[in-house]
């Protein structure tokens, strides 16, 4: 709370404040009323990861017989400056087989937003059941990356066609909605009016991004297109609070080039020491095998 109080607002008021209680299965009860008092108390949001797995979808309900969207009720933590990570694992997903109560119900009540990350569970073959379903819950969803390639523009297209197949149904996840999940959904929760919108009072934060070129396709609708074929790849220009970040593909106040590199060599270095910490000595190409047999090209 101390650091809180220094530092929320700070940077001409681009820095603010929000607590973070990891995830509710591994927060004590008094902990997550405590953060919640405090982050009440200093007028900021909280977070924690909630429905995340099935694991800890089990371990709360035979801890307190409550699912975990209900058990966070019940203490008080939901509100509308609460943000869930992911979940995905409530009563209105099979996998709990949970038949009692309604935790979409319980989220649109408490005017909790959850993030959803539909890439990251997609590779581990999971999906939100559903991102239509909570949407006509009236539950607010705000779209994030959560790993690797951090592309929140594809995220847009992961949302919406993750949505269509899991309802069956090609009228899920529409254009639109995603787009709003991506923008104000989270502005929302950050009580942040001013960011997620071009409007007049608005921050100048501003995304060009270029869909005209033969990678993309023709199109009479830009913010369909922008969820059906773009990627960040295709963002051109960044404006942050009227500042240009990027320009032109490229960050105009960091030598990109300069810092992959950095990372690489990074990267690269620890991954050699991986077998002298693992108790097999395995090497990353043994723990993650490549796609196809990679022949290294000798160094000098």
Known sequence: MDFGRKFDGAAGGRLRVLFNAAQ??????????????????????????????????QRIMDEYRKTPIRFLADIGFLDDRTLLGHAVFTTAHDWTRYPFGDDLRVLAERGSTVGHCPYKYAKMAMTLHSFQRYLDAGVTLALGTDTYPLDMVS??????????????????????????????????????????????????????????????????????????????????????????????????????????????EVTQHYWSRVPGWRWDSATVDQIVPPAFPIHRAGRA
């Open 155 to 264: 995220e847009l297209r992961w949302a919406s066609i993750l949505a269509k197949v899991t309802d069956a149904n090609y009228q899920a996840g529409l254009a639109r909605d995603v787009f709003n999940a991506a923008t104000v959904g989270g502005c929302r929760f950050l009580g942040r009016e001013d960011l997620g919108r071009l409007a007049p009072g608005a921050k100048a934060d501003i995304l060009l991004i270029n869909l005209d070129h033969v990678g993309g396709s023709l199109y009479a609708d830009p913010i369909k297109a922008l969820v059906d074929s773009a990627s960040g790849r295709d963002v051109d220009t960044a404006i942050v609070d009227g500042q240009v970040l990027v320009q032109g593909g490229r960050a105009t106040r960091v030598d990109e080039d300069a810092v992959y590199a950095k990372a690489r």
């Open 24 to 57: 509710v299965e591994t927060c004590s009860e008094p902990l997550l009323r405590a953060g919640k008092d405090a982050a009440r108390a200093q007028n900021a949001p909280i977070h924690t990861h909630a429905g995340g797995n099935l694991v800890e979808f």
